[in-house]
């Protein structure tokens, strides 16, 4: 199954050539690669992208999708191979991220912003490129402790299919399971002893072990 790389950035860029022209060889290089194009499927960043991915000559038919805020297929770009109207408004951000293995940014205001944190927490590969926006501005860095990694940086488009290549593979695995609770260091315990108890591993004498790191005294085997 072919891996879907989502690119997202500012929606208007007629008078920002450097993004033009990135965004153009981004989407070709995208397709030339073998993955899928996905965009919110409307204008700026997502037209140029989606236009560079039919100048492929490894484009095929329905290699590139676009995700509309609205109910109305017809107002995706002309570039677009598959349009889902989605009714959502800006809830459609959080369906092109899901949907996607790996997000690259092109600049971008507070909706690309928007799209990195849902990547980010989304568990996803995410690579900015240095140019003007939230993608220059976050790149190398980590938004929270979550995760161990960080939001990688691309001088050009090569650079950028270059870390997808390199990396995307990492990121399979690295499925979102949703929002947890977040835990006392009791409640890790417990979590951590009945994986233990499932696996048929003896706890005595880890658990007093512990029991001395944490200084707890008061877990009870029910709850394990």
């Known amino acids: 199954m072919k891996q879907i790389v989502a690119v997202i950035g500012n929606a208007n860029i007629e008078n920002d050539i450097n993004k033009q022209k990135t965004s153009l060889e981004l989407g070709k290089l995208i397709i030339d690669n073998g993955y899928i194009l996905a965009t919110g499927g409307l204008g700026g960043v997502m037209e140029y992208v989606s236009k560079g991915a039919k100048n492929s000559k490894r484009y095929t038919e329905n290699s590139i999708i676009g995700i509309l805020p609205d109910y109305h297929s017809e107002n995706a770009n002309p570039y677009i191979d598959i349009a889902f109207p989605t009714g959502l408004g800006l809830g459609r951000n959080l369906i092109l991220i899901s949907l996607s293995n790996a997000v690259i940014a092109v600049g971008g ?7 990195i944190s849902a990547a980010w927490q989304m568990n996803k590969l995410i690579i900015g490129l240095k140019v003007a926006g939230w993608s220059e501005k976050l790149c190398g860095q980590a938004l929270d402790k979550r995760r161990d990694d ?6 050009t488009a090569k650079d950028a299919i270059k870390i997808v290549n390199e990396k995307i593979e990492i990121y399979r695995d690295k499925k979102f399971s949703g929002i947890k609770k977040s835990q006392t260091e009791k409640e890790k315990l417990i979590e951590y002893f009945s994986k233990i108890k499932k696996l048929r591993i003896k706890k005595e004498q880890l658990k007093q072990e512990f029991y001395h790191f944490f200084n707890l005294k008061n877990i009870d085997d029910k709850e394990i």
């Not at 960080?150 to 001088?155: E, G, L, T, Y």
Request: charged share 15%.
């Open 109 to 115: 205001g507070s909706g690309t912003l928007n799209e």
């Open 150 to 155: 960080i939001i990688f940086c691309a001088d």
